[in-house]
């Protein structure tokens, strides 16, 4: 009965996630031209969503990002048009560890605390996150509005501000710990001033509705779940897809926080004393 419970919520999760795509694919304009074949062979290829599987099904799954390696990409801050993103205007694929190694890092944790169940709703939350993860963001309506409110050109920035955060979610649930959000960030803080505060506000912009549109489905199974985990009544099993959940939400939440601190946003109003720039909403 315990596991049809958790079945349950897990297709509730899935169907959800399901209906959001399907609304976003009737809502969705025609296709996006593919990326130039001139594109940079260290750049992440260009995720479509599946309205525009037409031109994207044959899209190649990306490469491992390694450290070393820069993206460099072909849109702009509308903000600030004159200036083209690439390793000195935006978050890059380097600034996190890439996928491979958050798994070697994974494993290292699993041996550094065998035996230790505390840990487990952080090892069954990192064996949830993947480079698919940032598919799913990629396909939601409303995730690619907010990049096409912040950014013109195409959605390689995209893929890489959601896939970055999604590594940097990964990397702070091993270490259990966000300073790694600010040293991330600390890098719009080397910029002139006004575009500091435009490409930090469209990069949170994007990174928040990605994370977000994400933890959706984990609140979704939370919620199901609270009432026989807080009672004592739950599974082993519901028991630690309840502690995934909390483990995603509660990361995330801290992560944005910081996010919302660094670009001078208190209770949703920007209060920073840079000159004011337009800003992006995340709200739908």
């Not at 955060?165 to 910029?191: G, N, P």
Request: proline share 4%; aromatic share 4%.
């Amino acid at each position: 009965e315990m596991s049809a419970v958790v079945a349950h919520a897990r297709a509730a999760a899935s169907t959800a996630t399901a209906s959001r795509r399907s609304a976003g694919a009737r809502i969705r304009a025609a296709p996006r031209a593919a990326a130039s074949s001139s594109a940079s062979s260290d750049c992440l290829p260009v995720v479509y969503p599946t309205s525009m599987a037409a031109d994207a099904k044959n899209a190649v799954v990306p490469p491992v990002r390694r450290r070393g390696q820069s993206t460099r990409c072909h849109a702009s801050l509308r903000s600030a048009p004159e200036a083209t993103l690439g390793p000195d205007t935006g978050i890059t694929s380097d600034a996190v560890s890439s996928w491979d190694e958050i798994h070697l890092q994974v494993a290292n944790m699993c041996a550094k605390y065998a035996g230790d169940s505390s840990v487990n709703g952080r090892v069954m939350a990192l064996a949830d996150l993947g480079a698919e993860k940032t598919y799913e963001a990629l396909d939601d309506i409303t995730v690619v509005d907010v990049y096409q409110a912040a950014y013109e050109g195409d959605l390689q920035e995209c893929t890489t501000i959601i896939d970055v955060h999604l590594r940097l979610l990964a990397e702070c649930i091993i270490q259990d710990d966000t300073t790694l959000v600010r040293s991330v960030y600390d890098k719009f803080r080397t910029m002139p001033p006004l575009l500091q505060k435009s490409s930090l506000i469209a990069t949170a912009a994007v990174a928040e509705a990605g994370m977000l549109f994400i933890r959706e489905d984990y609140e979704l199974v939370e919620a199901l779940l609270r009432e026989q985990v807080e009672s004592g009544e739950g599974s082993d099993e519901m028991m630690l897809e309840y502690a995934k959940s909390k483990v995603i939400m509660d990361m995330m939440d801290r992560i944005i926080a910081i996010i919302h601190d660094e670009k001078g946003e208190v209770d949703g109003e920007l209060v920073s004393d840079m000159p004011d720039m337009p800003s992006v909403s995340v709200n739908n």
